[in-house]
């Protein structure tokens, strides 16, 4: 798999990782769009409180990644999927203790770890060569 394949689909499995919320589930993206727009409105007191800080930080490193997609700076890489993956850890850590919305987030998640440990490893082989570091 390419270089370019890679970053598209670690891109599109972190959009579709899912979250229970209500009575179904949904994808985060559903969930992290309409929070910049309305932040002064959300209410840290709702049943929904939960998806607020995970929603938050997957806007932010899918920012990061985003940027890093079109300038290819290594150290967006990092941060992007590293934000990335404390979102993931924000959402799957009730699963610990005792609730089941974490149970969807770590399963629909799997694609997205594997993916992004696939990525920042031929990354890190290309970061050690500088030369190679290209798009």
Known sequence: MNNKVLKTLTLISSFVILIGFG??????????????????????????NYLIYPS??????HICYIIFLFTNEKQLLWVG???????????VKSMFIGDAIGVFALISGIPFMILSMT???????????????RR
């Open 23 to 48: 009575h179904g589930v949904g994808p985060i993206i559903i969930v992290e769009l309409p929070y910049p727009l309305a932040f002064r409105n959300v209410d840290l007191a709702s049943e929904y």
């Open 119 to 133: 990525l920042f490893i031929r990354y890190l082989k290309l970061a050690r060569s500088p030369k190679k570091w």
């Open 56 to 61: 938050v930080t997957f806007f932010i490193g």
């Open 81 to 91: 999927l590293g934000i990335l993956w404390i979102g993931l850890f924000l959402l």
